[in-house]
Protein backbone atom coordinates (compact mmCIF):
# COMPACT_ATOMS: atom_id res chain seq x y z
CA UNK A 1 0.00 0.00 0.00
CA UNK A 2 1.47 3.19 -1.15
CA UNK A 3 0.94 6.29 1.44
CA UNK A 4 0.84 9.64 0.36
CA UNK A 5 1.44 12.38 2.85
CA UNK A 6 -0.77 15.31 2.75
CA UNK A 7 0.71 18.65 0.78
CA UNK A 8 1.73 22.13 1.63
CA UNK A 9 3.38 23.74 4.18
CA UNK A 10 1.83 22.83 8.16
CA UNK A 11 -0.01 26.37 7.65
CA UNK A 12 -1.76 25.78 4.61
CA UNK A 13 -2.41 21.82 5.53
CA UNK A 14 -3.77 23.25 8.99
CA UNK A 15 -6.41 26.10 7.48
CA UNK A 16 -7.40 23.11 4.90
CA UNK A 17 -8.39 20.81 7.43
CA UNK A 18 -10.14 23.44 9.13
CA UNK A 19 -11.91 24.63 6.63
CA UNK A 20 -12.64 20.72 5.51
CA UNK A 21 -14.32 20.05 8.58
CA UNK A 22 -16.19 23.31 8.80
CA UNK A 23 -17.75 23.04 5.28
CA UNK A 24 -18.83 19.10 5.70
CA UNK A 25 -20.08 19.19 9.41
CA UNK A 26 -20.74 22.79 10.55
CA UNK A 27 -18.30 22.82 13.16
CA UNK A 28 -18.76 26.17 14.81
CA UNK A 29 -16.11 25.05 17.49
CA UNK A 30 -13.61 24.38 15.22
CA UNK A 31 -10.16 26.24 15.93
CA UNK A 32 -6.25 25.52 15.44
CA UNK A 33 -3.87 25.89 18.54
CA UNK A 34 -0.25 25.95 17.48
CA UNK A 35 0.21 23.22 15.01
CA UNK A 36 -3.31 21.40 15.99
CA UNK A 37 -6.57 21.36 14.82
CA UNK A 38 -9.26 21.35 17.56
CA UNK A 39 -12.71 20.23 17.21
CA UNK A 40 -15.92 19.75 19.50
CA UNK A 41 -17.90 17.27 17.89
CA UNK A 42 -21.08 15.47 19.57
CA UNK A 43 -20.91 11.69 20.46
CA UNK A 44 -23.14 10.78 17.01
CA UNK A 45 -20.93 12.65 15.03
CA UNK A 46 -17.58 11.88 15.93
CA UNK A 47 -17.25 8.16 12.78
CA UNK A 48 -18.21 10.77 10.53
CA UNK A 49 -15.75 13.36 11.39
CA UNK A 50 -12.71 10.45 11.88
CA UNK A 51 -13.87 9.29 7.86
CA UNK A 52 -13.37 13.06 6.60
CA UNK A 53 -10.14 13.58 8.44
CA UNK A 54 -8.89 9.70 6.64
CA UNK A 55 -10.88 9.30 3.21
CA UNK A 56 -11.12 13.60 2.33
CA UNK A 57 -8.22 15.18 4.32
CA UNK A 58 -5.65 12.57 4.01
CA UNK A 59 -4.83 12.08 7.93
CA UNK A 60 -3.89 8.46 8.36
CA UNK A 61 -3.32 7.79 11.85
CA UNK A 62 -5.37 7.68 14.95
CA UNK A 63 -2.35 8.19 17.41
CA UNK A 64 -4.64 7.58 21.20
CA UNK A 65 -7.79 7.87 22.50
CA UNK A 66 -7.60 9.57 25.77
CA UNK A 67 -10.79 9.43 28.38
CA UNK A 68 -11.41 11.82 31.55
CA UNK A 69 -13.83 11.08 34.33
CA UNK A 70 -15.61 14.17 34.79
CA UNK A 71 -17.79 12.55 37.54
CA UNK A 72 -21.29 11.72 35.82
CA UNK A 73 -19.65 12.27 32.15
CA UNK A 74 -16.78 11.13 30.05
CA UNK A 75 -14.59 13.44 28.38
CA UNK A 76 -12.94 11.54 24.86
CA UNK A 77 -10.41 13.57 22.85
CA UNK A 78 -9.13 11.14 19.57
CA UNK A 79 -5.65 12.96 18.38
CA UNK A 80 -5.08 12.25 14.42
CA UNK A 81 -1.57 12.91 12.96
CA UNK A 82 -0.84 13.50 9.30
CA UNK A 83 2.60 12.29 9.45
CA UNK A 84 4.39 15.51 8.99
CA UNK A 85 3.67 16.75 12.21
CA UNK A 86 0.04 18.71 12.08
CA UNK A 87 -2.22 16.96 14.24
CA UNK A 88 -6.22 16.97 14.47
CA UNK A 89 -7.99 16.32 18.47
CA UNK A 90 -11.43 15.39 18.12
CA UNK A 91 -13.00 16.10 21.42
CA UNK A 92 -17.01 14.71 22.65
CA UNK A 93 -18.57 14.30 26.22
CA UNK A 94 -20.52 11.20 27.17
CA UNK A 95 -22.99 12.04 29.64
CA UNK A 96 -24.37 9.29 32.19
CA UNK A 97 -22.45 6.23 34.59
CA UNK A 98 -22.65 3.91 31.39
CA UNK A 99 -20.94 5.57 28.10
CA UNK A 100 -21.38 4.13 24.76
CA UNK A 101 -20.18 5.66 21.54
CA UNK A 102 -19.59 4.37 18.11
CA UNK A 103 -16.59 2.67 17.16
CA UNK A 104 -14.64 4.28 14.78
CA UNK A 105 -12.29 0.63 14.19
CA UNK A 106 -13.08 0.58 10.66
CA UNK A 107 -12.07 3.91 10.08
CA UNK A 108 -8.56 3.70 11.93
CA UNK A 109 -8.00 0.02 12.44
CA UNK A 110 -5.26 1.45 15.43
CA UNK A 111 -8.67 2.21 17.14
CA UNK A 112 -9.23 -1.50 17.62
CA UNK A 113 -6.76 -0.99 20.71
CA UNK A 114 -7.22 2.41 21.83
CA UNK A 115 -10.81 1.51 22.31
CA UNK A 116 -10.44 -1.91 24.18
CA UNK A 117 -7.94 0.00 26.22
CA UNK A 118 -10.75 3.11 27.20
CA UNK A 119 -13.08 0.18 28.07
CA UNK A 120 -10.93 -1.76 30.21
CA UNK A 121 -9.93 1.04 32.22
CA UNK A 122 -13.00 3.85 32.47
CA UNK A 123 -15.88 1.60 31.38
CA UNK A 124 -16.77 3.15 28.09
CA UNK A 125 -18.40 0.72 25.87
CA UNK A 126 -17.69 1.42 21.51
CA UNK A 127 -21.21 0.12 19.59
CA UNK A 128 -20.12 -2.10 17.24
CA UNK A 129 -16.37 -2.93 18.27
CA UNK A 130 -15.02 -6.55 16.63
CA UNK A 131 -13.37 -7.71 19.54
CA UNK A 132 -14.31 -5.50 22.82
CA UNK A 133 -12.60 -6.91 25.60
CA UNK A 134 -10.25 -6.45 28.53
CA UNK A 135 -6.47 -5.41 27.71
CA UNK A 136 -4.86 -5.28 30.90
CA UNK A 137 -7.44 -6.26 33.76
CA UNK A 138 -8.12 -10.11 33.81
CA UNK A 139 -11.54 -11.33 32.00
CA UNK A 140 -13.15 -13.58 34.68
CA UNK A 141 -14.48 -12.22 37.79
CA UNK A 142 -13.18 -8.80 37.93
CA UNK A 143 -16.04 -5.79 36.93
CA UNK A 144 -14.27 -3.13 37.94
CA UNK A 145 -12.35 -0.13 36.29
CA UNK A 146 -9.66 1.06 37.80
CA UNK A 147 -9.42 4.46 36.21
CA UNK A 148 -12.58 5.54 37.26
CA UNK A 149 -12.63 8.23 40.29
CA UNK A 150 -15.31 6.04 41.60
CA UNK A 151 -12.84 3.35 42.24
CA UNK A 152 -12.05 2.03 45.80
CA UNK A 153 -8.54 1.21 46.28
CA UNK A 154 -9.11 -1.94 48.92
CA UNK A 155 -7.84 -4.89 47.81
CA UNK A 156 -9.40 -6.89 50.20
CA UNK A 157 -13.36 -5.90 48.79
CA UNK A 158 -11.53 -5.46 45.10
CA UNK A 159 -9.43 -8.85 45.17
CA UNK A 160 -12.33 -10.70 46.92
CA UNK A 161 -12.97 -13.56 46.09
CA UNK A 162 -10.40 -14.08 43.28
CA UNK A 163 -7.63 -15.56 45.27
Not at 82 to 107: H, N, Q, S
Request: aromatic fraction near 10%; proline fraction near 4%.
Amino acid sequence: MAVTLPEGSLEERLERYLEGFRSRHGLEEARVEGNTVVLAVDPGGVPAVLATARQSLGILHLSFITVVDRQGSFELTYELLDLRGARVRVKTVLEGEEPVIDTVTGIYPTANWHEREAYDMFGVAFRGHPDLRRVYMWQDHFDHHPLLKSFEISTKRTFEGLR
